[in-house]
């Protein structure tokens, strides 16, 4: 198969291409191309070399996408098939110079690749022959231009997107170039293993890659991405430039731990700020410096290590407050508080010694350091002690395992030992023992180390950790670095115990052997770099050089330490001036070839080490290809020590700290604090709790705490102490139960445990919590947990304490933030009814209480304003009548006042009264539904009155339901219900009088029930108001329809008062101008002049019959200072006066307003009437009523009889007949007074008598009767008897007649002249 | 989750992740939270929380957002896990702390596409209504970004006119694939 294409793929292949090449739409051809792609790859080698000019062509595409995507095609032909690079190189560079920049990273991108596989092939093949084909070989130095090429685009001076992608290849390039103290650096067995290329495979026998070579150009091009970033350079940068570069360095430090030295100090002197001024993104920048800092300061590496103080500095001067903070936290979990190392120098001098012991014993301590450090010392050392092995290479390998063994005990016993540990130390005694024991065994010197051992080994490691801590306090308080040099065995004995158990005797010899071995290697090393390494020696402190001289005679490896140790040690603690760490750099630019030579000397000159402990091989590699690098730079000598001395000194703080953490138990608080020299005994024993159990304790501890807390609450400080409390109910694990209890400690006594400054200190601890703007998570979680509490202590408070009481009050407005239930609590107690049951007498306190914390909170709080004014608001429309009138006295006395919440006010009562009035706009109303509910509200309102206790709550219900039931319907609510909606806006209106015309406005449309309940608080309310100008305005100006309203707003304001001249004047202009209505003036009446008022009274007479007497009584009682208006007979004869049809008025109200007057009797009384009548009488003419006026008095006072024949017989008088509606009346009031009007009756002229008579029969036989008495009959004129019959015969009495008729012709004329006479003297008089 | 939703509906291959180790969700106290590994479809939550106390995470306001969840994805994922998404062309993060264990993330990654992505993050507060407008934000950038050819030639005037524009402080890396 290899080598012949399939002709079926090929024609697909070429019809793929050709139709990539023709398709025209962008889309479809990018899916062809994907295509395409896909069976490329799939292809052979050979099939491919015969199409890959097709690709090629496909790059011609005007588009850019099409064009990316055939790079990345050839890209991956070319790593899959290294063969062709030498056609796809020469591509790549001309793709580099692609318009689109999205095109030539693509090519970087896969040059990267390429340029990997291409070296990693020549590395491999090169190891495994010592020649190389040709084919290769040019591969190579394409590869090789096409590099050149993209660092000539890393390093040109701009931006760009292009430019990102080639400084990353040179990070890619760098990377490759440099071995890999990690990576295994043994090629693998057979060629496809993926693991990653690692340079120091090659190991200096390549024939054609020189390891030396490769180095130095990494190197220089680590200088040209350090330039960038120093000034001024670093100016002409943007931020993603910046950020791509921090990121980069700081990779390459991370993994090539040998740059460290020469990376960081750019990084550290980088100062974003300074490269604000192109205007670029500075965060960006600064926190990507920040982040490449943090991850250089996680490094473990010991290069790294004298880099911390700096690191951390510059983190601090950095990061302000927290963030601060919670870098240093990650820097002390990193590598066990290097700040304390910083701020305790002192100490740290002092535990120098047993460091340094520690070191000497371990010397060549594995630089690797576990993963995470939070784990406890005892894992620390037995880890240390794990590397030790691996890095001790004549350690045989069965000490090797036995330690294994050993170390993976002793880091499983972490927990367990730590906890021993206090067992042990409950007394001191055998730790004293022990350590008596322990000098006694190092006095022997060497020969001891074997039964050190077996002590050692003997007791447990925590008990070890005791010893070493009480030996601790036997050192003196400063040590000179050459005094260690004395205690250094002793020290080395007791301390580093571990490391001797494992390796009796021979370690220590081992130790000293392999470093002795290294002397030589300088010594090689020396000559080989001769002069710039003694430069190096020389420059790195003459001092030290002593130093290690003075030392030497010990062992070289602790010379070498010592050195190191003070080298070390100077930057950080006094700032002698000496090699600050930013010169090494320098020194190691100088010699920028050193790294790669060096760590292959370094694998020539410790082969034997390295083949004896193939066990742990790697690592010891690792460290020993390290120790190479990264020291390349310094004096060889350096070497080995320095690494176990920065080990050291990593070590040392940790190891104090986790001591003392030891001792101030494991809930790991202040670790600073307690890093005092003498260590505090511990005395408790430590039981290993589940967490049950440990909630239990805090629990149980909690409680004592706030027993004793009722106890000392007279001592006084209750400040400081109830902030104590209330941070430890907070902080505490398992809070819910502790806030419980601190709250039950609260209530039980709030006044006298001071509640309420507790409580606030507990709700100001969450609420600080729950601000926080920490994660959503606890902030959600605290903030529950404020609500909680919070609710419970004002339910309590709500419910222990009596209305009257503040605390409740106090409390809300004091606490940090009200959440909802709370104001839904308070709800509830404004309004009760809404969702608890209105519960028992006390309601209307409890309501007062609630309405007045409201009231505080409003004013206190104004955050919240709008929604306690709510509250507040839906109180005022409640529809038990005694909590409205409260919220509605709270709303309008001492709400409505406040300028910032009137308006709102005003709205909602507006709203209220609307929603009243609205609902019913449709008039009909079915009288039925209006009944049942009327009745329904009635039944309501007495229950919430009388009984409130188990009804009202079932009643409210209904009536609720109810109300809505009747919003649904759109019928009128009723009348409580309407009272309910428009106290509110009522109460306003006596506060802000102009309110009162929108009462007016909507009167008219309102319904039946509405306007009742209108008419119910119009008298209070106008009252209330008095008259005002704006209400004058109202009353001048009335909307149509609002009559009754404002009658009965008349009637309020003229009830027991004097009106005002103006609302007088007011009202008789509205009279005048608009409302012709009279009744207006009704209620001003009594205060209008007499004449005034006659000339109103037919209008008055016009009125409804009730309202007639309304206005009479009025004008009968007139005020109380003018006394009344008209007399009771100027009114009856006022409505005598008016003539019907004259005025328009029909003539039964006049008769009705007549029978009004009879009505009452003790006004119109019997003397009045006959003044009356007696006026009447004498007017001409007569009025219309006046008979019948008569007629009524005599019914109404049949003592007036006398007095009305008198009138009768002066209305013969008048000759009564000439008026024949009149005389009807005549007749019958002489027939209603027979017999006593016979008299007058009789006095009439004969004719008038016959008329009468004929009209009236009925009065013919008693009159009759009456005449023939004989004195009467004497008395009588012959024509009056004739008329009445009685002559003696019918000739006679015909004659009789005739001459009674004359004479009473002559009677008559007589009477007409007396008529006359006494029409004269009455005109007279 | 807010601007997953949004940015979906706005038509952007969008996916969301968290960075922690485990799904937090409060609980009735701090030291009680409900905790759930990624992958726990939001329905299972939602049941869950229902079923233990309606009330409580009705008014916290988790399970109206459990609810929205489920809209738009089935589960959590977590960002460190789920490398094997592939590529984006930007990371949003909308907290600080989040913001560095991504980039801390994709530095460890091997970077062998040499793609690069943007990370950018914009501090957002941790409720619902601070969630709904740095949703919103983040779907202005990314249009801005979209609009223009290649962000990594113009990110920094984008994000400097977007910070003028908003009065909001944004924080950005650039990462590689």
């Known amino acids: 198969m290899v080598g012949i294409m399939n002709p079926v793929s090929r024609e697909k292949l070429a019809s793929l291409s050709n139709s990539v090449k023709f398709a025209i739409d962008l889309g479809p051809k990018l899916e062809l191309c994907r295509q395409l792609k896909r069976d490329l790859l799939e292809e052979d080698a050979a099939a491919l070399s015969e199409f890959l000019s097709h690709i090629f062509d496909l790059y011609s595409d005007p588009s850019g996408p099409v064009r990316k995507l055939a790079t990345e095609i050839i890209g991956e032909i070319g790593v899959k098939h290294l063969e062709f690079v030498p056609e796809i190189a020469p591509f790549l560079i001309t793709v580099l110079e692609d318009a689109t920049p999205a095109v030539a990273r693509q090519s970087i991108s896969c040059s990267i690749d390429l340029f990997r596989h291409t070296l990693e092939k020549i590395a491999i093949q090169g190891l495994h022959s010592s020649e190389l084909d040709s084919d290769l070989e040019s591969s190579w130095s394409w590869m090789l231009k096409l590099k050149e090429k993209i660092y000539s685009i890393a390093f040109q001076p701009g931006s760009g997107g292009v430019k990102l992608v080639a400084l990353k290849f040179v990070e890619a390039v760098i990377l490759l170039y440099t071995p890999n103290p990690n990576g295994s650096s043994e090629p693998p067995p057979n060629e496809g293993t993926p693991i990653e290329f690692n340079i120091s495979w090659l190991r200096g026998r390549h024939p054609f890659l020189n390891v030396g070579d490769l180095s130095i150009e990494a190197s220089q091009r680590l200088v040209l991405l350090l330039d960038q970033l120093r000034f001024p350079t670093v100016k002409s940068l943007t931020t993603s430039m910046i950020v791509v570069l921090i990121n980069s360095l700081s990779a390459i430090a991370k993994k090539r731990p040998a740059y460290y030295g020469r990376i960081l100090p750019v990084l550290l002197s980088l100062d974003p700020p300074s490269f604000v001024i192109k205007g670029v993104h500075v965060y960006g920048a600064n926190n990507a410096l920040k982040n490449a800092l943090l991850s250089c300061l996680q490094c473990s590496h010991p290069s790294a290590a004298p880099w911390r103080d700096r690191l951390l500095g510059a983190l601090k001067e950095m ?117 008596a024991m322990f000098g006694a065994l190092v006095a022997q010197g060497e020969k001891a180390v074997g039964s050190l051992g077996i002590l050692i080994s003997s007791i447990s490691a925590d008990l070890l950790a005791e010893v070493v801590i009480a030996n601790m306090r036997n050192l003196p308080p400063t040590h000179s670095h050459t005094d260690a040099d004395d205690e250094l065995l002793e020290d080395m004995c007791i301390i580093g115990s571990n490391t001797q158990a494992k390796y009796p005797s021979s370690f220590l010899v081992d130790v000293v052997s392999l470093s002795s071995t290294f002397p030589p290697i300088a010594a090689l090393l020396n000559s080989q770099q001769s002069v710039p390494n003694e430069i190096v020696i020389q420059k790195t402190e003459v001092d030290e050089e002593v130093d290690v001289m003075a030392g030497l005679n010990s062992t070289v490896a602790y010379a070498g330490m010592a050195h190191e140790a003070e080298n070390a040690l100077l930057p950080g603690m006094e700032k002698i001036d000496v090699p600050t760490p930013s010169d090494i750099p320098d020194v190691s630019n100088l010699e920028s070839g050193i790294p790669g030579l060096d760590s292959s000397f370094h694998n020539d000159g410790l082969s034997d080490a390295q083949a004896a402990s193939s066990l742990v091989s790697t690592d010891l590699e690792d460290a020993s290809q390290e120790q190479g690098t990264s020291f390349g730079g310094k004096s060889p000598l350096h070497v080995l020590p320095s690494i176990s001395i920065e080990r050291s000194e990593e070590l040392s703080p940790k190891a104090a700290v986790n001591d003392s953490s030891g001792v101030v138990s494991s809930t790991a608080t202040s670790v600073v604090s307690s890093h005092s020299f003498v260590l505090p005994k511990m005395s408790a024993p430590v039981v290993n709790l589940s967490d049950d159990q440990k909630d239990d304790v805090q629990k149980l501890a909690y409680i004592r705490i706030i027993e004793a807390y009722k106890q000392i609450a007279v001592a006084g400080g209750s400040q400081v102490r109830s902030s104590l409390l209330a941070y430890l109910g907070v902080e505490l694990p398992s809070e819910l139960d502790l806030q419980k209890l601190l709250r039950e400690h609260i209530l039980s006594d709030y006044i006298n445990h001071e509640g309420h400054e507790l409580t606030l200190r507990v709700l100001y601890r969450l609420f600080g919590e729950a601000e926080e703007e920490s994660d959503f998570f606890s902030c959600t979680t605290a903030a529950s947990a404020y609500e909680t509490f919070l609710l419970a202590v004002a339910e309590t408070l709500r419910d222990t304490f009596p ?523 | 989750m807010e601007a997953h939703s949004l940015l979906k509906k706005q038509g952007f291959d969008v996916s969301s992740y968290g960075t922690g180790t485990h799904v937090k969700l409060p609980g009735p106290s701090l030291r009680e939270p409900n905790v759930y590994e990624f992958g726990t479809p939001y329905k299972h939550m939602f049941d869950d929380l229902r079923r233990k106390d309606p009330d409580l995470y009705k008014r916290n306001g988790i399970l109206p957002m459990l609810k929205r969840n489920l809209s738009v994805k089935l589960a959590p994922q977590r960002w460190q896990d789920n490398a094997a998404d592939g590529y984006f062309d930007i990371v949003f993060t909308f907290e600080e702390k989040v913001f560095d264990m991504v980039l801390e993330d994709l530095h460890n990654r091997d970077q062998v596409l040499l793609k690069s992505v943007l990370v950018i993050n914009l501090e957002v507060k941790d409720n619902h209504e601070e969630a709904a407008v740095g949703a919103r934000l983040a779907l202005d950038l990314c249009e801005q970004i979209e609009a223009v050819e290649s962000w990594e030639d113009s990110v920094d005037d984008i994000l400097i006119s977007f910070e003028n524009k908003h009065r909001r402080k944004l924080l950005y890396s650039i990462s590689f694939y």
């Open chain 1, 319 to 435: 990061e302000a407050g927290g963030l601060a903070e919670i870098a240093l936290n990650q820097v002390h979990k990193v590598n066990g508080s290097v700040e304390d190392e910083k701020d305790h120098s002192s100490v740290i001098k002092e535990e120098k010694p047993m460091t340094k012991a520690c070191d000497a014993a371990g010397n060549n301590v594995g630089r690797k350091r576990s993963g995470t450090e939070d784990s406890c010392d005892l894992a620390e050392t037995s880890d240390v002690s794990g590397k030790r092995v691996r890095s001790t290479p004549s350690v045989s390998e069965e000490s090797t395992k036995e330690l294994n063994r050993n170390t993976s005990m002793s880091q499983g016993d972490i927990s367990s030992a730590q906890s021993t540990t206090r067992k042990v130390d409950v007394d001191t005694g055998p730790v004293q023992q022990l350590v």
């Open chain 1, 803 to 1325: 209305p009257s009481d503040k605390s409740l009050s106090k409390l809300l407005g004091e606490a940090p933030c009200l959440p909802k239930s709370v104001l839904n609590l308070l709800e509830c107690l404004c309004s009760p009814g809404i969702s608890e049951k209105a519960e028992d007498s006390q309601s209307g306190d409890r309501v007062t209480q609630g309405l007045s914390t409201v009231w505080s909170l409003i004013l206190l709080r104004p955050p919240i304003r709008d929604v306690c004014l709510k509250i507040a608001l839906q109180s005022a429309v409640h529809h038990l009548e005694e909590v409205r009138m409260k919220a509605i006295r709270l709303v309008a006395n001492k709400l409505y006042p406040l300028p910032s919440i009137s308006q709102q006010i005003e709205d909602f009562a507006r709203e209220m009264l609307l929603s009243a009035v609205n609902i019913d706009a449709a008039e009909i109303t079915d009288a039925e539904g209006l009944i049942i509910e009327s009745h329904k509200d009635s039944e309501l309102e007495r229950p919430s009155h009388e009984h409130q206790s188990m009804s009202s709550t079932g009643k409210d219900i209904s009536a609720v339901s109810h109300q809505s039931e009747t919003y649904q319907s759109g019928s009128s609510p009723s009348v409580p219900e309407a009272q309910r909606c428009m106290s509110l806006y009522f109460a306003l209106c006596t506060k802000k009088h102009s309110l009162f015309g929108q009462i007016f406005i909507v009167y008219s449309s309102a319904s039946k029930a509405v306007k009742q309940a209108i008419h119910r608080h119009i008298p209070i309310l106008v009252r209330t108001m008095g008259l005002s100008s704006d209400l004058l305005e109202i009353i001048s100006d009335p909307p149509s329809g609002s009559e009754n309203l404002l009658m009965q707003v008349l009637q309020t304001l003229t009830e027991g008062t004097v009106p005002s001249a103006e609302l007088i004047f007011t009202i008789k202009k509205l009279f005048d101008s608009k409302l012709k209505d009279v009744e207006i003036l009704v209620p001003v009446l009594p205060f209008l002049p007499g004449d005034e008022v006659l000339l109103l009274f037919p209008y008055l007479v016009n009125l409804p019959l009730d309202k007639f007497q309304a206005a009479l009584t009025r004008l009968l009682q007139g005020s109380s200072q003018s006394g009344p208006v008209l007399s009771p007979a100027e009114v009856l004869i006022a409505i005598h006066g008016i003539d019907p049809e004259r005025d328009g008025i029909p003539l039964k109200k006049v008769t009705d307003a007549c029978n009004a007057c009879f009505e009452q009797r003790h006004i119109f009384t019997q003397q009045i009437l006959a003044k009356v009548l007696n006026q009447l009488v004498e007017q001409i003419p007569l009025p219309l009523l006046f008979m019948r006026t008569v007629l009524q008095a005599i019914g109404a006072f049949p003592g007036l009889v006398g007095f009305i024949m008198e009138i009768l017989s002066r209305l013969v008088s008048k000759q009564i007949w000439k008026y024949p509606k009149l005389w009807v009346g005549f007749l019958k009031c002489a027939l209603l007074t027979k017999p006593q009007s016979f008299s007058v009756l009789l006095q009439l002229p004969p004719p008038q008598l016959e008329n009468a008579l004929n009209r009236t029969a009925a009065l013919k036989a008693p009159l009759v009767a009456h005449a023939s008495q004989e004195n009467i009959r004497t008395s009588l004129p012959r024509s009056v008897l004739a008329v009445l019959g009685l002559s003696p015969e019918s000739q006679s009495s015909s004659q009789v007649q005739t001459s009674q008729a004359h004479t009473g012709d002559t009677n008559n004329s007589e009477k007409d002249a007396v008529a006359e006479i006494s029409k004269e003297s009455s005109g007279a008089s």
